[in-house]
Structures are given as C-alpha cells and as structure tokens.
C-alpha cells in the first residue's frame, strides 16, 4: 500500500537558519506529492505541492522537489523565521482516477526561536 | 477567496450521544472527504464521497459513521454512539478530484467524548 515517511520532530531551529524536512514515500503507482502545514490552533494548509518527477514545487520560501530515483520529497527553506513554526505534514495521493484520498505522514514540528 | 467552513469548532459529548459534524466544502468541488488526527497523531482518511454516494471508505469508518449531503451544500459526518476514542479533531476536505489536484481542508470540528 501507500504510505509517507517523515523524520521524526520536533525539529527547533534559530531564526533564519536553512530548513530540512525529510520525507520518503512508497506508492504503487505514480503519486501527486504535497506538503501540508498546521498553524497552532488552525487546521491543514496546502504549502505546496509537485505532480511528476523532477517537479519543483514551491511557496513562501519552501521548496521540495520530487524525486523518483529516491522517492523523496523533502522540504526546504533558505532562512526560516518565527513565523513558521507549526506542524508540516508530507502527504501523496495515488493518481489513479477519480477519487482518491490523501495519505499522510506523521508530522514534523517545527518550532523557530528568534 | 472561497473556503471550506466547518461547524461547531468544538463539540464536548457523553459517551454513547449521537454527534453530527458539519461542513460547507467549496461550492464548485465534486470530491468530499472526512479525515481526523487524534491529538499529536497523524491525519488519517475517513471516508470519501462523490455523486452523492460513498467512493473509498477507510477501516476507521464502522457502522457507527455515516456521511450525508443532505443538499446542494452541506456535508455532514454522524457518529451515531460516541465512543471516549473518537475524541479527535475532525476535517472536512473538498477537491474537484483526480490525484493530482490539491484538498482543501477546513478548519477542522474538536470532538471530545466524556
């Protein structure tokens, strides 16, 4: 089956420190990788997301590229700031047709201090 | 911008009520989803609907859940005899399908059971 490995949080970093998030998926078929992110006290925003190999997916200063060879998405940001700190989720969705539901990732919290 | 609302945002229960949670998802969308995340667990899928009929149901979802869209806008979720496990914030998710396309979510309904 499906499923999204994430590295264990949580992950605290100093303001404008670089950012690395990892997450590795095993599909059956060929997924639509996304990253979630869960304010405090707020429910799941789409971050960003990429739909085929090599695919950059990008907002707000985050980064991931899809990566087929290593079947990796992982997360990245230059410089972080206060503001980022939440919960980030990596998540697939199987491209078979129709209606198919997300698969998650644990989550990995991030708590950034100035 | 157009949003998925979801209401009440916190409903406190006895064991064994009935509770009913609901959703308005984005006016346009085809696609219906239910998802939970026990306190610091991971997001996990509940059900999916599509033409007004269930398409994926997960193993979480027994007979004691239900979906219904009662018409053109609503979306509800019944847990017909609350248990103290079901205690979890629920999200509502509406996409216009396929597996490369993005979920919105709600802002999520906090379920506790006593």
């Known amino acids: 089956g499906n499923s999204v490995t994430q590295m264990e949080g949580p992950v605290t970093l100093s303001e404008e420190a670089f950012l690395t998030i990892n997450c590795t998926y095993t599909?059956?078929?060929?997924?639509?990788l996304f990253w979630y992110v869960q304010y405090p006290g707020e429910g799941l925003q789409l971050l960003l997301k990429?739909?085929?190999?090599?695919d950059k997916g990008s907002n707000k200063g985050f980064e991931a590229t899809y990566r087929k060879e290593t079947t990796s998405f992982h997360l990245e940001k230059g410089s972080v700031q206060v503001s980022d700190s939440a919960v980030y989720f990596c998540?697939?969705?199987?491209?078979?047709?129709?209606?198919?539901?997300?698969?998650f990732g644990k989550g990995t919290r991030l708590s950034v201090i100035a | 911008e157009p949003e998925v609302t979801q209401t009440p945002s916190h409903q406190v229960t006895q064991m064994g009520q009935e509770v009913i949670l609901r959703c308005v998802p984005i006016?346009?969308?085809?696609?219906f989803y239910w998802y939970r995340q026990i306190l610091g667990q991971k997001v996990e899928f509940l059900v999916s609907?599509?033409?007004?009929?269930?398409?994926?149901k997960s193993e979480i979802f027994d007979d004691q859940f239900s979906v219904e869209r009662p018409d053109g806008s609503n979306f509800t979720l019944k847990i017909r005899s609350t248990k103290l496990e079901d205690s979890a914030m629920y999200f509502c998710?509406?996409?216009?399908?396929?597996?490369?396309?993005?979920?919105?979510f709600g802002p999520g309904t906090r379920l506790t059971v006593l």
């Open positions: 998540a697939l969705r199987d491209l078979r047709a129709g209606n198919t539901p997300l698969v």
């Open positions: 599909a059956t078929g060929y997924p639509s």
């Open positions: 609907f599509y033409n007004n009929e269930i398409s994926e």
């Open positions: 990429a739909t085929k190999a090599d």
């Open positions: 006016s346009n969308h085809l696609y």
């Open positions: 998710a509406s996409g216009m399908g396929g597996g490369a396309t993005s979920s919105f």
